[in-house]
Each structure stands twice: as structure tokens, then as C-alpha cells.
């Protein structure tokens, strides 16, 4: 029998299966010994123990199209990432940072603002100037009021999403008025897992629909961490790539280069001037990680 990976806590996995429900399910040890841990999202063959109680155990991982390591969740198909236009005001570093890892993972990304409700025109603009045109899908929201979150629904479906953002920006709202339409029954899930609610957040998969999930994420700040080389940064700037090709030096890093056609561009107003001194503290921080590492 084949499953989902919905939810892991204290090696416990919870399995759904099209058709069948929820299976409260251990890891075989064979695990442990090829050192492969079983993640949300995988999926999963399983051998049932007991029908009755919906418990067995997962005897194969099957083979996985990508793995993020924070969170710790495997196949996605893209990513939503969720800022508010205000209140709180968006934090943009951390937002290109999050935007470099998907990249970096080649996982496509849904940039959302949520919040228009509160929001004056001029702040949309702004964020619309600087992310309308770098690649990516934009959407503005008011999950409170329920506008345009139609659009969002219509990009969830047949994939399963990570849903990621920092705290007041609308996350739990938006995740709940998206699975408000739920049609699939999971199984008598809550009262096994109920009792790992205590327990520290891990990343849950939500069923939209037979096809359609949501992967909440326990949290943000935490989510960036570079496992590339600083020449390789430029790359996970999409709006840099077309450009580059006018840059004077084939190894521009778009930083101190002569005849750089991204300076240039820069200064023409045609990248975002807060985007690209992100991609300076950015490329800053893998220059001084070097120098940290050649020093030990």
C-alpha cells in the first residue's frame, strides 16, 4: 500500500492513503542503518499491522524529486511565501533570502502580500516595483477579507505548496480560509496526534484535495541557509541573468567589476535598488564564510 507522509512527530509517522485514511505508522530500522530518515511529503510504501486501528509500518521510502532540510520536507512542487505589505512592514532581506533557496533548489516560488486591506496605495507600488518583474508570480491578498485569495487557490491546485512567513503577517488565516473547502475525510487523525501537540512544531502537509497540499511550516527566520559557493549567488537572482550577458568580465560578480551591465542597469533604475543590496550582504556574508573557513 502506498501513501503520503503527513506528519512526523517523536517517530511516529502519519501516512494517508487515497481511499483508506490516515495510518499511524514506525519507520522500519533498515532506516536508521542506510541512514535515510523519512520526511513529510515522501512517499511511502507500507505494510498494514492493524486495519482496525489504522497502524502499520513503512517498509520503503520511494524515490524523492527534490529535499529541502529546513523545513525538512521532501517533493515539493513550489513554494508561497507570505509577507504582509504592512503590519508588520515587510522585511525584504529575509524575503530574497528565502527567494535564494528556493532557487538555489530550483523549487518555483508564489510571492504573496497580504494585508491590502490595510495598506496604502503608494506601499503596494513600491513592493509591486520591486517583485513584479523579477520572475516570479506576485499576488496581493486580504485574506481577511477574502480578496483575490481565488488566485491562490487556482496556483495550489494539483501541487503541493510549502507555505512559508514570519509571524503577524496572516499565515494561519490564509492556510485556514484555503483548506475551508476541504472535500477528502483524512481518518480519525486528531486523537493520534493530538498527543504530540505538546511537542515542538515540525512541518505538517494539509490535504487541500486528493491532489492538492499545503505544507505549514513551524518557521522562517531560520529557513536560509547557503550551501553554495559566493560566484554562485548571481545565478539565484533571476532578474541579473539576461542582463549579465552584457557585463565586460565573463565572472562578473556584479559588485566592484568594471564595464558591469547589472551596475548599469542599476542605475538606470531597472533593478531594484533594495534587491541588489540584498544580493551585496548577501554575497558579503558567503565572502566572509569563506575567509572563516580558509582561516580554520
Known sequence: MIGMIIKGIAGFYYVHVVESGVYECKAKGIFRKDNQKPLVGDAV???????????????????????????????????????????????????????????????PVVICFNKTDLAQEEEMKILQNSYGNIGYPLVFVSAKRKDNTEVIQRML?????????????????????????????????????????????????????????????????????????????????????DIAVGCRYLGCVHIHEPGCAVKAALKAGKISQSRYENYCLLFQELQDQDKRRYKN
Open 45 to 107: 510504501r507500507i505494510e498494514v499491522l492493524d486495519p482496525v486501528d489504522m497502524e502499520g509500518n513503512i517498509i520503503e521510502l520511494l524515490p524523492r524529486k527534490n529535499t529541502l532540510i529546513r523545513p525538512a520536507v521532501a517533493n515539493v512542487d513550489q513554494a508561497l511565501v507570505l509577507f504582509a505589505v504592512c503590519n508588520p512592514n515587510p522585511h525584504l532581506n529575509l524575503l530574497d533570502r528565502f527567494l535564494v533557496m528556493m532557487e538555489s533548489q530550483d523549487i
Open 157 to 241: 491546485r494539483g501541487k503541493t505548496t510549502v507555505v512559508a512567513g514570519p509571524s503577524g503577517v496572516g499565515k494561519s488565516t490564509l492556510i485556514n480560509l484555503l483548506q475551508s473547502q476541504v472535500q477528502m475525510k483524512v481518518g480519525s487523525l486528531s486523537e493520534k496526534i493530538a498527543r504530540g501537540k505538546h511537542t515542538t512544531r515540525h512541518a505538517e502537509l494539509i490535504t487541500i484535495n486528493e491532489t492538492s497540499f499545503i505544507v505549514d511550516t513551524p518557521g522562517f527566520s531560520s529557513l536560509y541557509r547557503a550551501t553554495f559557493e559566493k560566484e554562485m549567488l548571481k545565478e539565484y537572482f533571476p532578474e541579473f541573468r
